[in-house]
């Protein structure tokens, strides 16, 4: 069957689609009427007078930079963007860390490969929320796959819970295989080496 050309008026309808639909997200971004309502979200009674006190999510997170998965918001940016400033430690003596060092991860299958960013997660967690209970600080050390994140393990501790969720396969899934040309591991800078990023013991 011969396959059909694409012509001017197609390309320019397409564009305008395209167009329409980045629009469309940017409007988003700033209607509260996106965000389901306490009183019908099935978690809150509706009947309680109390319920007047809260805040609802659309007044809260509608200035915030948007996204069209989990609770529509991208909190990274909100952070980069200094809309959001979270408290960083509890008690003034606790050194705070941002490591900036990326992961790839190989063992993915058909899958593109995992880019794990630490500087990301580091803005938020400490590194002991995840080392070395969770992950092991050593590459391939950890045997992590799919079917026990979808279990909750993992990277499924936090997303689909408190991050974005695990439906969401391309932010993880980011480096095409064919595209990447370095060693798997830990992505060290010039001068870099692994004693630059050992975890310390955590307190008891």
């Known amino acids: 069957m011969p396959t059909k050309a694409i012509t001017k008026p197609n390309v320019i309808s397409?564009?305008?689609?395209?167009?329409l639909c980045f629009v469309s997200v940017s409007v988003l971004a700033a209607d509260p009427s996106k965000w389901q309502r306490l009183e019908d979200d099935g978690l809150h009674d509706p009947?309680?007078?109390?319920?007047?006190?809260?805040?609802?999510?659309?007044?809260a997170l509608s200035g915030l930079p948007y996204d069209y998965a989990g609770?529509?918001?991208?909190?990274?940016?909100?952070?980069?963007?200094?809309?959001?400033?979270p408290r960083t430690n509890l008690f003034p003596d606790t050194s705070i860390r941002v490591?900036?060092?990326d992961i790839i991860m190989n063992n993915t299958g058909e899958m593109h490969l995992v880019r794990f960013p630490h500087r990301?997660?580091?803005?938020?967690?400490d590194c002991n929320n995840c080392h070395n209970k969770i992950f092991i600080d050593k590459?391939?050390?950890?045997?992590?796959?799919?079917?026990?994140?979808?279990?909750?393990?993992y990277c499924g501790r936090c997303h689909g819970a408190v991050s974005f969720p695990?439906?969401?396969?391309?932010?993880?899934?980011?480096?095409?295989?064919?595209?990447?040309?370095?060693?798997?591991?830990?992505?060290?800078?010039?001068?870099?080496?692994?004693?630059?990023?050992?975890?310390?013991?955590p307190l008891e």
């Open 99 to 101: 490591i900036d060092l």
């Open 71 to 85: 609770n529509r918001v991208n909190w990274i940016k909100a952070l980069q963007d200094g809309l959001i400033a």
């Open 166 to 201: 695990l439906t969401e396969c391309n932010r993880c899934h980011s480096v095409p295989r064919n595209s990447f040309k370095g060693q798997f591991g830990a992505q060290y800078k010039e001068g870099e080496s692994r004693e630059d990023f050992k975890v310390e013991a």
């Open 14 to 19: 397409i564009t305008l689609f395209l167009l």
């Open 139 to 153: 590459v391939d050390a950890t045997p992590v796959n799919m079917f026990s994140i979808l279990q909750g393990e």
């Open 120 to 125: 990301q997660h580091t803005e938020w967690l």
């Open 47 to 59: 009947s309680n007078d109390a319920l007047d006190e809260l805040q609802q999510p659309g007044d």
